[in-house]
């Protein structure tokens, strides 16, 4: 059997102001994510619903889309916002290889 090779590009940005908006939207990811490990028992409560956190603020509906009109109408300068689904049923998650 015969596995298709594709080719893998890398490119390094050295533009030095498009390099200081990555590392300015990570450092904000990074407040919300650390706002997420403080407040993780708020978050997980909303069991079945769309969350996103920005300006470390929790926002929650029932679709993506929903979570990220309020999260941008209220913080619209926060570009790393933490998304995600929290499950309806609560299960253990195995990693193995």
């Given at each position: ?5 594709h ?27 650390d ?7 708020e ?55």
């Open positions: 059997m015969v596995v298709p090779v080719p893998i590009t890398m490119e390094f940005e050295t533009d030095p102001v498009e390099n200081e908006r990555a590392r300015q939207q990570h450092e904000r990811f990074r407040r919300n994510l706002w997420v490990d403080a407040h993780g028992s978050v997980f409560a909303h069991r079945g619903k769309y969350v996103c956190i920005a300006g470390q603020e929790i926002f929650v509906g029932d679709s993506v889309e929903e979570v990220l009109d309020k999260a941008k109408a209220a913080h619209p300068e926060d570009n790393g916002f933490y998304l995600r689904y929290i499950q309806k049923e609560k299960a253990e998650w195995v990693y193995a290889f």
